[in-house]
């Protein structure tokens, strides 16, 4: 009995000092855990982002239109429409109109 009282008074003791250090092994292994996840969710991501392939679209494929916010619009024959900001829109419009241009000239 009197073994089983200085276990407990020695486990009442130490416990504060145990369950810091395993809270602090815990901490660090969730935090190393939780970097390697989300740097292979990252690399899944940036395979993805840089995987995309360009697709070209012929000018007879594409009709173009600009709507009041001065948005460009691309709307496939099939009836798919593409919308690009402004600024987009701008120099996308510019490149078009260069090819329209050129092929007058011939």
Do not use: H
């Not at 416990?15 to 939780?34: C, G």
């Not at 173009?64 to 701008?90: F, H, V, W």
Request: charged share 30%; glycine share 2%; proline share 1%.
């Amino acid at each position: 009995m009197v073994v089983k009282v200085n276990m407990l008074k020695e486990l009442k003791e130490n416990f504060p000092e145990k369950f810091k250090k395993w809270f602090k092994i815990a901490t660090i292994t969730l935090i190393v855990v939780f970097s390697f996840v989300l740097g292979i969710e990252y690399q899944i991501k940036y395979q993805e982002y840089t995987n995309k392939t360009t697709k070209i679209i012929n000018n007879s494929d594409v009709n173009i239109a600009i709507d009041k916010n001065e948005n460009l619009i691309l709307i496939n024959k099939n009836g798919r429409c593409d919308i690009y900001k402004d600024s987009i829109g701008y120099q996308i419009t510019e490149m078009y109109a260069r090819k329209i241009e050129l092929k007058n000239k011939k």
